[in-house]
């Protein structure tokens, strides 16, 4: 089952902050967040591990709260280099296998 | 440094043609994705394979097969292309749970 993200789409001046989330109707063991550019691949932006971790990379940080099985997207002062589509990707707890099931996507547009 | 490489890249098929999307790593990752994008729908996970010898089925398996040979390949088929399997397809791969997962760049495919 996908988890759901929000919102579907969000337009920003370069420099103002946004949010993304994500969330599951599963218990989840990690959440994986992707930036992807039209026509290519999806790039790795961070992983979060159950147990309610915060972490950061430049000035896009993510959090992950265990008990509401949600994630959260930070991006702040954002630049023309963060347009794309963001995908977040969960792993249900009690897996015996690896599977990352992703969101639809949540297109981010900086415009000058 | 290769990492995940995909062939084709491009590939045009009529309806009920067959062919194989080879999916190749050298990071001797252990599981092994196919996914497919769709407008709107995120990436869907088709079939998977968590070591040498060994697949499962995704979220949207229907109308695939795939195989895991050898530890570094993996391969997507489609015995009898239809319209409806017109879509982009990654292949992706992690070394275990939690980790990184690492996309190919992708290949198109149209089916008309």
């Known amino acids: 089952q996908q988890p759901v993200q929000s919102p579907q789409a969000v337009i920003l001046r370069e420099g103002e902050d946004a949010v993304i989330n994500c969330s599951s109707s599963?218990?989840?063991?990690?959440v994986h967040w992707y930036r992807q550019k039209h026509g290519e691949a999806p790039v790795f932006l961070m992983i979060l591990l159950k147990g309610g971790e915060q972490k950061g990379h430049e000035k896009i940080s993510a959090s992950f709260n265990e008990k509401k099985q949600q994630s959260s997207l930070y991006l702040t002062a954002s630049q023309l280099s963060y347009s794309g589509t963001y995908f977040c990707?969960?792993?249900?707890?009690?897996?015996?296998?690896?599977?990352?099931?992703f969101g639809k996507g949540t297109l981010l547009t900086v415009n000058p | 440094n290769a990492g995940v490489t995909q062939t084709p890249k491009f590939r045009v098929l009529k309806t009920g043609q067959s062919m194989t999307l080879l999916c190749a790593q050298d990071?001797?990752?252990?599981?092994m994705y196919w996914y497919r994008q769709d407008p709107g729908m995120g990436l869907r996970l088709i079939h998977y394979s968590v070591g040498e010898g060994t697949t499962a089925k995704g979220e949207v398996p229907d109308g695939y097969n795939v195989s895991r040979l050898k530890k570094q390949n993996f391969l997507l088929g489609l015995e009898s292309a239809a319209p409806s399997q017109t879509s982009v397809y990654f292949c992706?791969?992690?070394?275990?749970?939690?980790?990184?997962?690492?996309f190919g760049e992708g290949s198109w495919l149209t089916v008309v």
């Open positions: 992706a791969t992690t070394h275990k749970s939690g980790n990184t997962i690492y």
């Open positions: 990071m001797n990752h252990e599981y």
């Open positions: 990707g969960t792993e249900r707890s009690g897996g015996s296998n690896y599977k990352l099931t």
């Open positions: 599963k218990a989840l063991y990690s």
